[in-house]
């Protein structure tokens, strides 16, 4: 039978929005707010900047490691301009941000484990 | 931990071509978190579950495998920047990838996902990740599986004509 994916997820919404009002509960989500752009995509690696942006998970220094050598040895990037955020569960913030922004021309972040 | 997103959605925004690497497991909530920064098409590289606790060797295995989606996100399509000997790979391994994009999902759900591991010009290797989180009664069994990747290949990339499909169920029944 063909179900309409998107009508059972309202439905199923609904009926949850309903028993957490008769529950007296809050959703704690926040709705989508606004749209972002996304950035057009390079024709190149070869002599660009990378950045990597460690997030502190374990092994993601690892693994940015190794994708920064394959940049470097297989794609023909510069140098990884590589950082690390504190506190993986927050944005890096805007001083960590504005860096990336000037220093590289693309960015691979890890490690959402 | 999808701040990563939030931080790739960010760079994004400021023009910045970014590649938020998440695991299979949090996938979903990866996902969720690019569509409430407004990306809803924001899809992250996903590397099998998990990265903690490997040892260095599995690691940089793991990071090898992902390459080729990385440098996908990156680069334009068309686009010339792999070593010659691999540009029409990485090139076909993206269209594959965005062929799959609409069927991950449905497996996402379930804590499973399908990677594309290789591809030439008239032929691909998909593989079925299974992590411990997956809901294996909820994953179709192989035979199956094997003709809604095809088909969804094919309908994309008609002149793909063999699909290998790699189900690591089979190693555990064998």
Do not use: W
């Not at chain 1, 950045?51 to 040895?73: C, F, M, T």
């Amino acid at each position: 039978m063909q179900t309409d994916a998107s009508t059972q997820t309202d439905g199923v919404k609904a009926v949850a929005a309903r028993r957490l009002a008769e529950l007296g509960l809050v959703d704690p989500t926040d709705q989508p707010s606004g749209t972002q752009t996304a950035a057009a995509r390079l024709s190149s690696l070869a002599g660009k900047r990378p950045g990597l942006l460690d997030n502190r998970k374990g092994n993601g220094d690892r693994l940015l490691d190794r994708i920064g050598q394959l940049l470097v040895e297989r794609y023909g990037t510069l140098e990884p301009y590589r950082t690390t955020k504190f506190i993986y569960a927050r944005r890096a913030g805007d001083e960590i941000i504005d860096e990336l922004a000037k220093q590289c021309d693309f960015v691979v972040t890890a490690v959402g484990d | 931990m999808s701040c990563s997103v939030h931080d790739g959605v960010e760079l994004e925004a400021r023009g910045i071509p970014s590649v938020a690497i998440h695991t299979s497991a949090f996938i979903g909530s990866a996902r969720a978190h690019a569509a409430a920064y407004g990306r809803p098409d924001y899809e992250p590289v996903i590397v099998r579950h998990p990265i903690a606790g490997l040892t260095p060797d599995e690691v940089v295995a793991r990071a090898d495998e992902i390459m080729p989606a990385i440098v996908a996100h990156v680069v334009g399509e068309g686009s010339r920047e792999a070593p010659p000997e691999q540009n029409r790979a990485v090139d076909k391994v993206g269209a594959i990838a965005a062929a799959l994009k609409e069927l991950r999902s449905g497996f996402t759900a379930d804590g499973a996902d399908l990677e594309v591991v290789s591809a030439t010009a008239d032929s691909a290797t998909v593989r079925l990740v299974v992590t411990p989180e997956t809901c294996m009664e909820c994953i179709v069994p192989k035979s199956a599986l094997q003709q809604i990747v095809e088909r969804s290949v094919r309908e994309a990339c008609p002149e793909v004509r063999n699909i290998e499909l790699i189900d690591p169920r089979e190693a555990k029944i064998g």
